[in-house]
């Protein structure tokens, strides 16, 4: 339980949500003080139509800048979110480190957002995943409404298992199990992770809860004690999902890192700095975001509990 | 994990925590409608000095209501939290069925909430306790700050287990532990019950979790899975921390139900019902409430998880 790294994704998955179009030169500070807070991976945006989402239209233009010398803070991967062959050719000609796509489990998300089938989706993230081996680059692909559907309800787990089988198959390592709609519950966590690592002991799996029903904190606490090392959070609780009423958005970055650092994880990170970005965050929206400890101010002692 | 059981505290440790004191009539009319939606047991008030607490000082009359005839709730026990003798009298005087008491493991917060040590505070409550006992009516004593304290920091938690050891040698069955600045984490959370029920397996253990840090329903969790029965939480996510500055309340009843029905447990509880009741205390002190289920309304499946 000791290897946890942070995908920070809410300069995607929250900055998208928001109605607000935030300028490139904010979304640079933002992600410039991200990484010098030690989070390990920070996804960039992603590669949509930038009529589609004009939240993302400027993702080439941010690794390029970072991409620029002297400019990629050290220690950091940028990510970023491509969903077809065109945002590949676009993240590659950019300069991604890791690629993240993914494929949803549920028939009627995957048509919606691909017009294809979950097999024909599949088929696809698979060939556009070895390319991504094939330059050398990470990558990451995803099993998308994996606890549960907005439109499909529950979501059979041996459908979420077919596709990771699949990703196995063609040497694909790092797999991400994304609550799209924030329907996970911990004992899915468990039993749903305890099927990938039946599969392959040494996968290096990847979490993304969302707080939509209260459940995003417990979710990830399960999905670490199973030995998932890889989570996707955003700073402030910032991003939220298509399918609910409500703002709660991703697992808040800083209220993970102030949990990991009570239990003498991950000290390294500045959760200070991250409090700092929220803080920040909060000022440049005019509303209260969901994370908490932006506004709590961490526990003053944090190095683990007396005996 | 199948008997879980659902005290609802909102109108004690919510209600005192609020600036404006809500009418009495409203404060039945909620009661009346938690009472109607099935809940366990609910924390009608508080006995402390009116002045000091005007929040809670219709606690006497509440209870006098509800024990007119025909007024009381069927299937429902209402509790009351006392401080001292003179509060237990006016809570035997008055019909409460479950006495709540507690002490603090901080020697700082027994200090300044009671002007006694420790040691000397758990003489009393003891004491208390087996008055109450005496008059056959139900009993709960709690240790508070059990997990961390806003003035001290840390607890060891042989100090909690110590305190503990006294209750149950003094024939006490029901124990609480309260996490009353916020600070716990799942992992305290299972080793402090497993301490519990190392000293006595058959001991009734009730929680009493806040979200201040966001690991609310996190430490539920893991109390459920140590055998954890009694569960202490707040509709909308009433409550709060007086050492803290921000408003997150104790869990959310309809948000740790709508939890619970996603594993087909207490599927008895009118969760419907809760959130109406949130709905309304979030018009009533016209702010959002902690709570997200009333926000986003439950997931329309909660019947488990197809395999």
Redesign the interface.
């Known amino acids: 339980m000791n290897d946890i790294y942070i995908h920070e994704v809410g300069p995607r998955d929250g900055l998208q949500m928001e109605k607000q179009t935030v300028p490139s030169e904010q979304k640079i500070a933002w992600i410039q003080r991200l990484a010098e807070a030690g989070v390990d991976i920070i996804q960039v945006g992603s590669f949509v139509h930038p009529e589609k989402v004009p939240q993302m239209a400027d993702t080439d233009r941010l690794f390029q800048h970072f991409n620029l010398p002297g400019r990629k803070p050290p220690n950091v991967e940028l990510s970023g979110l491509v969903l077809n062959e065109k945002g590949l050719e676009r993240g590659l000609a950019c300069g991604v480190d890791m690629f993240c796509m993914g494929v949803s489990a549920s028939e009627t998300h995957s048509r919606k957002n691909t017009g294809m089938s979950i097999d024909e989706a599949t088929d696809r993230i698979i060939s556009m995943a070895k390319a991504v081996l094939n330059e050398g680059k990470r990558v990451q692909t995803s099993v998308q409404s994996a606890f549960?559907c907005g439109f499909e309800?529950?979501?059979?787990?041996?459908r979420v298992l077919s596709i990771v089988r699949r990703y196995l198959e063609s040497g694909i390592r790092n797999i991400s199990l994304a609550d799209t709609a924030?329907?996970a519950?911990?004992?899915?966590v468990t039993?749903l992770f305890q099927g990938i690592f039946k599969l392959d002991p040494s996968v290096e799996c990847a979490c993304h809860f969302h707080?939509?029903?209260?459940?995003g904190?417990?979710n990830?606490?399960?999905a670490m004690q199973l030995g998932v090392k890889y989570f996707e959070s955003s700073f402030a609780g910032l991003g939220g999902c298509p399918f609910?009423?409500?703002a709660?958005g991703n697992v808040?970055t800083e209220?993970f890192v102030?949990?990991l650092q009570?239990?003498g994880l991950r000290t390294d990170i500045d959760l200070t700095k991250l409090i700092e970005i929220s803080k920040d965050v909060a000022i440049f929206f005019g509303r209260e975001m969901p994370?908490?400890?932006y506004?709590?101010?961490?526990?003053?002692?944090r190095e683990g509990?007396?005996?």
């Open positions: 549960g309800g529950p979501v059979p787990p041996r924030g329907h519950i911990p004992d899915q039993s707080n939509t029903y209260a459940m904190m417990a990830c606490r399960a609910t009423r409500v709660a808040c209220d102030h949990f009570r239990k994370g908490l400890v506004k709590t101010g961490p526990i003053p002692w509990t007396p005996s």
